[in-house]
């Protein structure tokens, strides 16, 4: 009887335990496949973000690309000679060697757009030069301010500008510093000409 309730006791414990065992090994089977399972996860995610920071570098590196080209690109819209050249940095400094780069942009705007028009000269230097019954269009040419200047850093560059293209004058074809123009001049200029505006010093016709 004894070992009948003995050998009962043995099989419950070895049933006990083996259940215990079991429960131990599936918890840690399962331990054991998360990390995997989120480290598989994580891996394919990496690789996405990868991806996708790989194809974005390579969207702005192209974009920037072609900025650049379109930089390289850009054309200068007047070919000029050595003396028609050295005409206009020496018209846009003694015009507006006190205004800022904007200024002396105009200055060449001006003297540029005449030489696209019929009723001037078709040369930078002649359009400087010219004179109408006896007059000079630019003073400076005759006041000696024209053979004295120093060219600028920022009048070369103002004049670089007005040579690739850049117009910011609305086609003026004239301009007066009021406060220093002789009075029979102003009242030609408010009489024949249509004011466009004023920059700086400057007062701009056409």
Request: with cysteine; charged share 25%.
């Amino acid at each position: 009887m004894y070992r009948k309730y003995i050998s009962g006791l043995l099989l419950a414990g070895m049933t006990l335990v083996s259940s215990w065992i079991c429960a131990r090994e599936l918890k840690i089977n399962r331990i054991a496949a998360t990390p995997a399972f989120r480290m598989e996860y994580l891996n394919e995610t990496m690789e996405e973000d990868r991806q996708s920071f790989v194809e974005m570098v390579a969207g702005v590196s192209s974009g920037q690309r072609v900025v650049d080209y379109e930089v390289l690109e850009r054309t200068i819209q007047y070919q000029l000679s050595d003396k028609d050249y050295e005409a206009l940095l020496r018209i846009v400094e003694a015009e507006a060697g006190g205004e800022d780069q904007n200024g002396k942009l105009l200055v060449a705007n001006v003297v540029l757009n005449r030489v696209n028009n019929s009723q001037f000269p078709d040369t930078v230097w002649d359009v400087v030069m010219q004179k109408e019954q006896g007059v000079a269009q630019f003073s400076p040419t005759v006041d000696g301010r024209y053979q004295r200047v120093s060219i600028s850093e920022d009048t070369i560059e103002a004049v670089e500008r007005a040579l690739y293209g850049e117009d910011i004058s609305q086609g003026a074809l004239y301009f007066c510093a009021r406060d220093k123009a002789d009075t029979d001049k102003l009242q030609w200029f408010d009489r024949k000409l249509t004011k466009l505006f004023a920059y700086g010093n400057h007062e701009f016709f056409l």
